[in-house]
């Protein structure tokens, strides 16, 4: 089945270091691809999203390219701050239908 | 506009002790959702509807019931609470078709004793 598998955290940095979360996925067909992230005591709120191969996504500094022969969608920031602190999920919808497929959550920390 | 909205935030229940996890929507969003959220598993699917009168298991549904009255809300009832079920549950809604992105509501926090 489809499946999301993202590097175990937590992820620790100082302020202004670059940062990539790796995300890998199986999946039948061409999913789309998000990257949700959770702030401490919230809900998920979409960061970014890749529809198609070769997409990037892009918001408030980060960045994902789909990567159909690797099966990829990594996360990078140049330069982190206190404030993106938090939880950041890869998930996955498949081709057909709405559900979503979510890998385990990094925890990012970022210290001043 | 609220978006989605979730009650109670917080839930302490005995083992055995029933109750509904309330979720509404009021963006006209065919799809609704639950998932579940624990340490190191993310967020594994619980129920899903994509309309009023239709609803389907997900991964993880035994123990759990939904209905689907209306296009507004999705409550999604503990019939009879286990420790396994305490959990943060998340309510998420989205229109139907490709790519679209699903809203979250805030959660709650269940403990169950």
């Known amino acids: 089945g489809d499946s999301v598998t993202q590097m175990e955290g937590p992820v620790t940095l100082s302020e202004e270091a670059f940062l990539t979360i790796n995300c890998t996925y199986t999946a039948t067909g061409y999913p789309s691809l998000f990257w949700y992230v959770q702030y401490p005591g919230e809900g998920l709120q979409l960061l970014l999203k890749a529809t198609k191969a070769d997409d990037k996504g892009s918001n408030k500094g980060f960045e994902a390219t789909y990567r159909k022969e690797t099966t990829s969608f990594h996360l990078e920031k140049g330069s982190v701050q206190v404030s993106d602190s938090a939880v950041y999920f890869c998930?996955?919808?498949?081709?057909?239908?709405?559900?979503?497929?979510f890998g385990a959550g990094t925890i990012l920390r970022v210290k001043s | 506009n609220a978006g989605v909205t979730q009650t109670p935030k917080f839930q302490v229940l005995k083992t055995g002790q029933s109750m509904t996890l309330q979720c509404a929507q009021d963006m006209n969003h065919e799809y609704m959702s639950w998932y579940r959220q624990d340490p190191g598993m993310g967020l594994r699917l619980i129920h899903y509807s994509v309309g009023a009168g239709i609803t389907d298991q997900g991964e993880v549904p035994n123990g759990y019931n939904v209905s689907r009255s209306t296009t507004e809300d999705f409550p999604l009832r503990l019939l009879s609470a286990a420790p396994s079920q305490t959990s943060v549950y998340f309510c998420a809604s989205s229109y139907l078709g490709g790519g679209d992105t699903q809203y979250f509501g805030p959660g709650t926090r269940l403990t169950v004793l």
């Open positions: 998930a996955l919808r498949p081709l057909y239908g709405n559900k979503l497929v």
